[in-house]
């Protein structure tokens, strides 16, 4: 945190200032940094991500609402949530599969 934004942070905390209020108002601020940043990372890794079923870019459907996705557990691969439940929901399998 640079000392500008921490300065106009610490603007919002009520008066009178305690170290107290201050070090907990500044930790408030990083654990909310580190959150935002942790969601940054996920979109990004997770933007080119392709559904191993209908094969498309899973952020890139015009319906935001289709932009879940999700890897099974023990594999690797992407699935877009509307695919992997109309696929484990098909009952025409050639060997026993466990869902």
């Known amino acids: 945190m640079n000392g500008v934004l921490a300065a106009a942070s610490i603007k919002s905390i009520k008066k009178p200032l305690s170290l107290h209020s201050v070090t907990q108002h ?34 890139d459907k015009a319906n935001p609402i289709e932009h879940p996705f999700g890897i099974l557990s023990n594999c690797n691969h992407t699935y ?13 399998f050639e060997s026993k599969i466990i869902k």
């Open 26 to 59: 500044i930790n408030s601020c990083i654990e909310a940094h580190e959150k935002d940043m942790e969601l940054s990372f996920a979109v990004q890794y997770s933007k080119d991500k392709v559904c191993g079923i209908c094969m498309e870019v899973v952020y």
């Open 80 to 92: 877009c949530l509307k695919c992997i439940c109309k696929w484990s929901s098909a009952e025409q």
